[in-house]
């Protein structure tokens, strides 16, 4: 790429540094502002301050790429009217055939080519365009779901249900109207779907339109999550088994059409080869969230002391924890026990809150991601964590794993580490041994460096533009490794 960059550039009043990860709500592609080597879309759903940790330390782990951090966008989008004329009949039929794939099993293959007519039925005007209006889709919906065929969850829908269904559409159908997805003139190499669900789509359609490769990391399990969300009741049985079809089918394409799925743990990858993840193009690849900087924690406190690190949605009450160090104190009674309430992304320092415990418990972690368990083992400390999740991958033979919601067996593992501290010190050090050596950000570096190199080489290296066709292989891995690094600015 060329590129000059400055205050008026694509990147706005002023060009942020190289390679750093920018959120914004839509991408206007900045490529032309810089000399990049390969250039990497960051597809999140969300802003939670895990999310942008991890988009931020991708960023720093890989200097020689050029990022650019795609957000959510508006939560309320602005009213709109609806295609008119020729276009309005041609977008209600991909609409319709799209909504029969949802409320029709017999129908449900048909999903993918309704999704992607459904996009290119606007024209350079993108999928935005292309939504019917609120009528509009409110009668469609309301015809399919009454149409013979039309499965037992959409059974008597009620006005309600058909509002619900057409808003829950909308907001998934939402993320595809980026424009840069079918802008021709100087797409990304590479996209990147961190967080899955509707943050694929536009993915898919770069796909579809120009040939670009995707990977897909999925860090939040996003079919998983709606499976689970508590807040779900609001919505009646149509219009969340609408919903919850359209993300299900979702995720088939794209594990279908991804280059690469790049789960972080055993339990994201049965999670995503079950949604429909090729195997054959399957990597396990863990976070970098090891920084070999830490230092352990310090020497014990005196007393034997227990420290649970609550993270919120854990699933162990307050009060069983004090049954089972009830009975912990029958048996060393100079026990203490401390409660930490840490934030759901952001796991205490190793050095910092550990220190203050002899033993770590983490009896019923609720998060589906390693960064507490591998915090805690980072400190040093032995660690006692219930047997959920990605709990037994993590901690393995280096700490003890519990039955979740047994106080007996919670206060039995505590009992026996206070009482023999030099298998606390063992287990311990293992624990520290473990966490750097599986979660090491140099590791997780060149897991990703190799996975984009694959996903470059493997597919045409640069979308149809410009009349050019598109060649796989085009640029070997081997062209991309020897390319000049960017000139990076130093303060």
């Known amino acids: 790429m060329r590129g000059g960059g400055g205050p008026g550039g694509p990147w706005g009043a002023a060009d942020p540094p190289r390679g750093v990860a920018v959120p914004v709500r839509s991408l206007s592609p900045p490529w032309t502002a810089l000399e990049v080597v390969v250039r990497i879309a960051l597809l999140t759903e969300s802003a939670d301050p895990g999310t942008v940790r991890w988009c931020e330390r991708l960023v720093r782990s890989l200097p020689e790429y050029a990022f650019q951090h795609v957000g959510p966008g508006p939560r309320r989008p602005h009213p709109r009217r609806g295609p008119r004329g020729r276009a309005r009949v041609r977008c209600l039929r ?28 606007a024209g350079d005007r993108g ?30 829908p009620t006005v309600r249900d058909v509002l619900t269904a057409a808003d829950l559409l909308d ?35 770069a796909r579809r339109l120009h040939g670009t490769p995707f990977v897909v990391s999925d860090r939040r399990l996003h079919l998983r999550e709606q499976y689970l969300d508590r807040t779900a009741g609001q919505h009646r049985t149509p219009g969340r088994a609408l919903l919850l079809t359209f993300l299900r089918l979702l995720a088939q394409e794209t ?44 020497p014990e406190p005196e007393a034997p002391t227990l420290l649970w690190v609550r993270t919120p949605g854990d699933t162990c009450p307050p009060e069983a924890l004090r049954a089972a160090f009830a009975r912990v104190r029958e048996q060393v009674p100079a026990a203490q026990l401390r409660m930490y309430d840490a934030e759901p992304t952001d796991p ?144």
């Open 127 to 156: 999928l935005a365009a292309a939504l019917p209006a609120p009528d509009d889709a409110q009668r469609v919906l309301e015809r399919a779901w009454r149409s013979p065929g039309a499965g037992e969850a959409a059974a008597d």
């Open 171 to 205: 907001r998934c159908l939402r993320p595809a109207a980026v424009p840069w997805c079918r802008d021709a003139a100087d797409p990304p190499d590479l996209c990147h779907v961190v967080d899955g669900g509707p943050t694929a789509l536009p993915a898919l359609l």
């Open 94 to 121: 991909s609409y319709e055939a799209l909504v029969r794939a949802l409320v029709d099993p017999r129908e449900s293959d048909g999903f993918p080519a309704a999704l992607y007519a459904l996009a290119e039925s």
């Open 255 to 298: 594990g279908r059409q991804a280059a690469l799925t790049l789960p972080a743990d055993e339990h994201s990858l049965r999670w995503q080869q079950r949604c429909g993840a090729d195997p054959a193009r399957t990597r396990l690849v863990r976070d970098g969230i090891a920084d070999p900087g830490h230092p352990a924690a310090g």
């Open 348 to 491: 205490p320092g190793p050095g910092l809150v550990y220190g203050e415990g002899s033993v770590v418990l983490l009896p019923a972690p609720a998060l589906p991601r390693p960064e507490p368990l591998v915090a805690a083992m980072l400190s040093g400390r032995a660690v006692i964590a219930g047997d959920l999740g990605v709990a037994r991958e993590v901690v393995g033979p280096a700490g003890l794993l519990i039955p979740p919601g047994d106080p007996q067996a919670l206060a039995d593992a505590c009992t026996a580490l206070l009482c023999d501290p030099e298998r606390r010190a063992r287990l311990g050090t293992a624990g520290r041994q473990r966490a750097q050596e599986l979660y090491s950000a140099e590791a997780a570096a060149d897991a990703f460096r190799t996975a984009y190199l694959d996903a470059v080489s493997r597919w045409p290296a640069f979308p149809t533009a410009g009349g050019r066709t598109a060649e796989p292989f085009a640029r070997p891995a081997e062209y991309w490794a020897a390319a000049p690094l960017p000139e990076r600015e130093t303060a």
